[in-house]
C-alpha cells in the first residue's frame, strides 16, 4: 500500500548550510492497516507525512501508494491536521460536503454523504451549527468526518487530538478506533502521546532523533478494542517509553546541558 524506501529529506538553511531531518528512513503499510509514528520533536514526522501526502516533492529515495510514486497530493490521500481548519462562514453539513461540491455532486448528492459521515461522528444535531459554534473536540469531529467524506484510501493524520483535554481526547480516540474498524482505511497517525499510539494503532514506529530514523517498531498484540486496562498496553507503553528515553535524553542534552539526563 504504502512504501517509504531508504528516504531522505534535507532543508537548507540561511547560512547555506544543510539541515538533514530524515535519514534513510525505510517501512511499509499494508492496505487498512493502523500504524502510529512517534518520536522527540524534531524528528521529521511531519516532514514525513507531507512527503506522503505529497505536499513536499524534493527528497532522496522513493515513496509509493499502491507501487505508484507519489509526484503531487491526490485525493486517494486526505490530511487531517491538529488545527481543524473548518470554514466559518459554513455550517457544518456545508463544510463536511465542500470537497464534494468541488468535484461537482449535486446539492443533494453531497449532503446525504455529508450527513452520513456526520452521523459517524456523532454530531447529526449539529448540522447546521457554524464553527464558533462548536467545541474543541466537535470541530475536530468536523474535520475527520470532512476527511472520511471524500472516500480517501488513506488518512495521514497529524497530531489530531493534541490540542483536545484529556476527556475528550479520550472520546475521539474511541471514535477514530470504531470508525477505522469500520472502514478499514489505511490509517498513518503522528502522535507524541504514546498511549494513544498503542490504544489506535496496530503497529507503533519509534523515530530517532534528529536526523530522524526508524529506531524500532513495536507490534499491538492486544484484543480489539484495546483496553486502559490491558496489562499487554501498559507492558508495551513501558517498552516504548524505555526506547524515546533514550532519544529525548540526546534532545535535552543538545539543546540545554550535555550533563542533564530524564
Keep these: 500500500m504504502i512504501e517509504i524506501n531508504k528516504v531522505s529529506k534535507a532543508f537548507k538553511q540561511r547560512k547555506g548550510e544543510t539541515y538533514t531531518v530524515l535519514d534513510q528512513v525505510s517501512f511499509k503499510v499494508q492496505r487498512g492497516e493502523f500504524v502510529s509514528l512517534v518520536g522527540p520533536s524534531g524528528c521529521g514526522k511531519s516532514t514525513l507525512l507531507n512527503l506522503i501526502a505529497g505536499f513536499e516533492t ?36 456545508d463544510n463536511v460536503a465542500f470537497g464534494l461540491k468541488q468535484r461537482g455532486l449535486s446539492k443533494k448528492d453531497r449532503y446525504e454523504l455529508a450527513y452520513e459521515q456526520i452521523k459517524a461522528v456523532h454530531l447529526s444535531k449539529f448540522v447546521e451549527r457554524y464553527p464558533h459554534e462548536l467545541s474543541g473536540g466537535m470541530k475536530q469531529r ?108 540526546k534532545v535535552v542534552q543538545g539543546e540545554i546541558d550535555h550533563e542533564y539526563s530524564i
Excluded: C
Design 142 to 249: 468536523v474535520a475527520i468526518a470532512r476527511a472520511l467524506v471524500m472516500d480517501p484510501e488513506i488518512l495521514l493524520m497529524d497530531e489530531p487530538f493534541a490540542a483536545l483535554d484529556e476527556q475528550t481526547r479520550y472520546i475521539l480516540q474511541k471514535d477514530l478506533e470504531e470508525i477505522w474498524q469500520k472502514t478499514r482505511k489505511t490509517i498513518l497517525f503522528i502522535t507524541h502521546n504514546i498511549r494513544e499510539a498503542i490504544l489506535l494503532s496496530e503497529r507503533v514506529l519509534v523515530m530517532s532523533t534528529q536526523p530522524g530514523r526508524i529506531k524500532q517498531e513495536f507490534a499491538v498484540q492486544a484484543a480489539r478494542p484495546h483496553a486502559l486496562d490491558d496489562p499487554l498496553i501498559h507492558s508495551l507503553e513501558t517498552r516504548i517509553l524505555a526506547v524515546l528515553t533514550d532519544e529525548l535524553d
Design 58 to 93: 524534493q527528497y532522496e529515495g522513493s515513496i509509493t501508494v499502491n507501487g505508484q510514486s507519489i509526484t503531487s497530493p491526490g485525493p486517494d490521500r486526505v490530511v487531517v491536521f491538529q488545527e481543524h481548519g473548518l470554514f466559518p462562514w459554513l455550517t457544518v453539513l
